[in-house]
């Protein structure tokens, strides 16, 4: 008999263990504003009215550009792998453009290379924390990508980067 019971104890025990953790963890609702959508990102995504944390620095927003702006393609894709543990899950093309104001195409380009290690040292740092596992193109996830882009950009070429645009995103599983 109690070789029988123990298993189920043990059972109960560990359901109601995972049971109260997954009610501590649980993240707070978000308030409804009743206005769904705010705004458009550059993408076309929609954005939530609180789509910036209260971590979040302002200086990451898009800057208006006064007098125009022009854009600086990065030639080759970003070229990301997914791990999941150990293996090798998918891997990940961004092709990224950098909005800058007119004349300032050059800038970009003579720093490509720093740049562009940053750039994809952020994106690896987003494939850790599963910004492209399940539903990738969520406006969460990108919203999220695009602002860490955008605060290295800035970082390296300062207000010179007004905004960061994601040309195209491609994900080959494995």
């Known amino acids: 008999m109690k070789k029988f019971l123990l298993p ?17 963890l649980k993240p ?19 954005v939530a009215a609180d789509a910036t944390t209260p971590d979040d620095p302002v200086d990451v927003a898009p800057i208006a550009a006064s007098e125009g702006s022009e854009f600086a393609p990065l030639e080759n894709p970003f070229v990301i792998p997914v791990m999941d543990g ?6 990940m093309a961004i092709t990224v453009s950098i909005e800058v104001p007119t004349g300032q195409v050059s800038a970009v380009y003579d720093i490509e290379p720093r740049l562009r290690d940053s750039l994809l040292q952020d994106m690896f740092q987003h494939a850790n924390i599963g910004g492209f596992t399940g539903n990738y193109t969520a406006t969460d996830k990108l919203r999220i990508l695009r602002q860490d882009l955008l605060r290295t950009a800035r970082d390296i070429l300062g207000d010179t980067a007004l905004d960061i645009l994601l040309i195209d995103i491609k994900r080959q599983d494995v």
Do not use: K
């Open 8 to 24: 189920i104890v043990m059972l109960l025990a560990g359901t109601g263990a995972g049971v109260g953790a997954a009610i501590i």
């Open 28 to 46: 707070d609702p978000v308030p409804d504003t009743g206005d769904d959508i705010v705004a458009a990102a550059p993408c076309g995504d929609p």
């Open 86 to 91: 150990e293996d090798l899950v998918s891997m």
